[in-house]
């Protein structure tokens, strides 16, 4: 088990105000502007659904000639 002293005194800060607001900027930025990821496109998956039916639909029938 894990015990903590405390003492009459504030403790020390762990980071800068600087570091504080560059971690905040950080927390607020879309997951592709920090780490260059993917991020999930739903009208891509859309258009390859769409895409795979034309392939696959059933063409129409050619007209018979006598």
């Known amino acids: 088990m894990l015990t903590q002293y405390t003492t009459g005194r504030a403790p020390a800060p762990l980071a800068t105000r600087a570091e504080l607001d560059a971690l ?3 927390m607020v930025e879309d997951e592709a502007v920090v780490s260059d990821a993917p991020t999930y496109r ?3 998956a859309a258009l390859l659904l769409v895409g795979l039916a034309l392939l696959l639909s059933p063409k129409q029938p050619k007209e018979k000639t006598r």
């Open 24 to 26: 905040g900027a950080l």
């Open 42 to 44: 739903p009208e891509a």
